[in-house]
């Protein structure tokens, strides 16, 4: 997503095992915050018995946005900040990420994820964050997967669009993570109370297998809608960006206004 910095400190571009253990790392951030706040949430209205509102929904939201913006600017420069299999594929599948990265990057982002939901457990207890769904996204029955899969595709549509609208050369250069972090915010308010809106497919993996590790309540059904909504959702926006870029670019040359000669 962004290009290497070369300054004094780092003047060579990274190795392929540094940017692994910067996606690593950056998917544990993101888990462990992002779905730790939800997880958090829930031991707390279990002590409070305080029911969920729009209020708890916004702080989640929030958390997911910080560390999402903190994440993307301290390891953009080294990966990428991709911290999402879906944007990875997305970028492979437009021509601007080599395919033979993408095995690695998306097995680094699955590890961290679960190391970010192990991290949960311990900084939570296996009891209380067992109870409190692990920072697993669901969605509930009367959604039904067609359903959920569409939505979870919306989301990671909305998600994708906007990474690829901030990577052009042509957008405001340095506000690539605050807008990434906004939209995400903006994406959960209305996802999140349909599928939790996991809009990652790692960010939903991880918690789901150490949560089923630990014995929870996880839905083994589930996880096809969450991995092809996530996947179709990420592809198409960055389709969707792709295609409107062309045209705008037609646009400008066609609105140019021609200049005139002399009589």
């Known amino acids: 997503m962004f290009t290497p910095v070369l300054d004094g400190v780092m003047s060579d571009s990274p190795t392929t095992p540094q940017k692994l253990l910067a996606e690593l790392l950056g998917t544990a951030f993101l888990v462990y915050v992002g779905a730790g706040s939800a997880a958090a ?24 946005m910080l560390v999402i913006v903190g994440t993307v600017y301290a390891i953009g420069h080294i990966s990428g900040g991709h911290i999402n299999p879906a944007v990875t594929l997305a970028l492979a599948a437009t021509g601007k990420f080599p395919w033979r990265e993408v095995p690695g990057y998306i097995a680094a982002q699955v590890v961290g994820a679960a190391t970010g939901a192990l991290a949960i457990f311990v900084t939570l207890g296996a009891d209380a964050a067992k109870a409190a769904g692990g920072g697993v996204t669901t969605y509930a029955a009367e959604t039904g997967f067609l359903r959920g899969t569409l939505i979870e595709a919306i989301g990671t549509f909305m998600l994708v669009f906007v990474i690829f609208g901030v990577i052009d050369r042509r957008a405001v250069p340095g506000w690539a993570p605050m807008a990434i972090g906004s939209i995400v915010f903006a994406i959960i308010i209305i996802v999140g109370p349909a599928t939790g809106a996991a809009i990652n497919p790692a960010r939903y993996v991880g918690p789901f297998l150490v949560t089923a590790a630990f014995g929870g309540t996880v839905g083994w059904d589930q996880l096809p809608a969450y991995l092809i909504g996530d996947f179709a959702g990420g592809l198409l926006g960055a389709l969707a960006y792709l295609g409107l870029a062309v045209a705008r670019d037609r646009a400008e040359v066609e609105s140019t206004t021609p200049v005139r000669t002399a009589p």
């Open 41 to 64: 949430t829930g031991v707390i209205a279990a002590g409070t018995q305080v029911p969920f509102s729009m209020a708890q929904l916004g702080v989640i939201s929030f958390a997911f």
